[in-house]
């Protein structure tokens, strides 16, 4: 692999959580936090030049938080039939294409692409989680209000392969019919 340019790594503006990125359900407010955390992560092993088995630790942690964090936001989707479904996943399919053109790149010796990755992501997630993310937060909530639930197989806090966010409580149920 040609060696590092770090010159050119470009100095993101850390991604810093805060209340406003909030679309009020637990669950997903904790996979972006962590989205955020793998991305800042990421980005400190490429401004230390980090070793390559300790860049591709980062790396494959943060592709693989992205793929898994849109596929369930996907499958909240399509279970609670949520109208907008298709122009969201489209804003996700960007990031995976764009991705995926990044990990060929860096793939060929280029970490100034995972760079620009990260500085486009980093503008992305603050858009999308803040406008996107926040429509589907609200559409969830009030499906799990409505007086009629779908049935449980449907019901978007099930999630296949789930794995528990340790502060989050559960989803908010809606009464039993
Ligand atoms: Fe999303
Ligand atoms: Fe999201």
């Not at 010159?7 to 209340?19: E, G, S, T």
Request: charged content about 25%; glycine content about 4%.
């Amino acid at each position: 692999m040609a060696s590092p340019k770090r010159d050119k790594i470009v100095l993101m503006r850390p991604l810093q959580w805060n209340d406003s990125y909030s679309i009020f359900l637990p669950e997903i407010d904790a996979e972006h936090r962590n989205l955020f955390r793998l991305a800042n992560d990421l980005h400190a092993a490429l401004l230390s030049n980090a070793p390559e088995a300790r860049l591709q630790e980062a790396l494959q942690a943060f592709v693989a938080d992205i793929e898994d964090h849109f596929s369930h936001e996907e499958r909240l989707m399509r279970s609670t039939g949520y109208g907008s479904y298709l122009w969201h996943k489209r804003q996700h399919d960007g990031v995976r294409q764009r991705t995926k053109q990044a990990l060929e790149q860096f793939a060929a010796g280029d970490r100034e692409a995972l760079s620009a990755l990260l500085e486009h992501f980093a503008g992305w997630l603050r858009d999308h989680t803040g406008l996107t993310d926040r429509m589907l937060g609200a559409y969830l909530r009030n499906y799990e209000r409505r007086p009629i639930v779908a049935a449980p197989a449907q019901r978007f806090t099930a999630r296949k392969n789930a794995r528990p966010a340790p502060s989050c409580p559960a989803m908010p149920r809606a009464p039993a019919s």
